[in-house]
């Protein structure tokens, strides 16, 4: 009995909070975006009302080109950065934990260390980086590099995010490697297996679910892109209002006030975001030896 | 061990450590010059210093807003993280180390909003707060971020691991009561595990853009992150801003850049306990 009242009491808080702030909004938004406003009366100034529109809404936004456009852009981000990033972030982490690296204490704070500058801040860094005539990268090299023009500005996108996330999952993938048993390697070694050979045939498999948990993590992070192509937006005009599906349902709900659409994306995303996590655990879980 | 082995693997080091200080080393130095020189001189060396100067702009302009935007950061981050570190203690401790009927149910929903991205919550949460007249208060901004699936889970494999069942058992038979037990004793063994998950909270709401850009209106209820958004966009209609969001930046960012690289192990402790298990 006792038992039962503390499992409640340590449960609650979280409970309470996590229906308040989780499941209520989910379904609210669930709710809204099968919901249309009607104007009534003449020329619709009668007043607002809220009739069931069923999929309606899902069927405009995914009508709408400017969101699938966004859609695409942030798919085609994903299949780019989140594979060189984390590729980037193994080899950062298998290097420092060869027998080869130095200043391993050094190396390791500056790569982790733009993880503790929020993605607002490091775009409006990165903001100056790209501007031109305050460039110092155009004026290393002498000319006038277009960092933000309708080609490029993507990428440049994709290089902040890669700045920003690559050295923390390099020490996600750091503790992994730490956790391995070390008399594996000795009897790697005994085999006569070299640094190289002992990279990729005994660790790369080891830290497999590290790897996992930080490619889950990054796709999810991809989808909800906004901070910086909302940052850069004031500095290119290749940047527009729908230019990723966040946002897009931004500018639905704060601009249009169309809060149904607004939550019709936001619901789309979240489904994307469930089907490719899941669909990625599935691919890689499938091939588990 | 081969010497061109050893200097390949420096130099590759050395190569991306300065692609990830190059940006910071740029701030520091066009925070110490004027508008002008901003424009006119190499970003690569000093011109015309005058730190001081516009580090005093920075605190001074609009009367201070600056450190309101700070103050309210270090609101919503503090208080935001030592709260949901405590609830999310107290939840994943429960799941370790009791057993109820619902117990694989709960943590499976844990497990769910993990995956949620909460920018998909912010919205239907901005609606539901202005229904209850909270929108664009502290709450708004406050409440959202006590809940952290990801601390739950954490903590309940911390827990799991290293909580043991003698101790809570012994503390029983002393006659201590749940709360008692799990604040004097649980809460001290869990210490790792609760640096971890505060660090990750601390730094998952200073991270937070699209929650308060949605909630907020009154700008001295600003975090900083969208205090110095503003400043930058507004920066076409008021050239000064350009070097307040300068100047803004280097102090917002040189504090927690410091803390990151001390606090470094703890990241590594915590997440080894995530990612063997996961």
Redesign the interface.
Known sequence: MRNRLAVAGFLAPFLVLFSAFFLVPIGYSIYRSMTLVERTGPLGFGGAEQVFGGLTNYLWALQEPGFLAGLGRILLFGAVQVPVMIAAATVLALLLDSASARWKGFFRATYFLPYGIPGVLASILWGFLYMPGVSPFSELLGVEIDFLGQDTVLWSIANIVTWSFAGYNMLVITAQLNAIDPSLYESARMDGANAWQLAWHVKLPLIRPALVLTTVFSIIGTLQLFAEPMVLKELSTAIDARYTPNLSAYSEAFVNNDYGLAAAQAVLLALTAFVLSFGFLKLVGRRAP | ?KTT??I???A??CV??L??????Y??VI?STKDTGG??SS???WLFNPQLIDNLARVFTYNDGIFLRWVGNTLLYAGVGATLST???A??G???AK?R?RGRET?FN??LG?V???????A??????FSQLGLANTVFAVL??C??S?FG?YLCRIYADAAVPDELLEAGRLDGAS??RI?HTVVLRMMAPALVTTFLFEF?GI??N??LPL?MLSDTSLYP???G??LW??TS?REPVLTQL??GG?LV??VP??I???FL?RF???G??E???K?
Do not use: H
């Open positions: 061990m082995t050893k390949t693997v420096t590759v080091l991306a450590a692609y990830f200080l190059i940006p910071v740029w701030l066009a901003l424009y190499s970003g690569w405590w609830v999310a107290a939840c401790y429960a799941l009791f109820f709960v929903l844990v909003g995956l949620v991205p909460f920018t998909a919550l919205l239907p949460l901005y609606l539901l409440l959202p006590l809940v699936p739950v749940e709360a799990f730094v200073w991270n853009y699209f949605v900083l992150t969208l110095l958004s930058q966009s076409d969001t300068i930046a917002s960012v927690l850049m803390a990151m690289v470094q990241w590594r402790g997440l080894t995530g990612s063997v996961g």
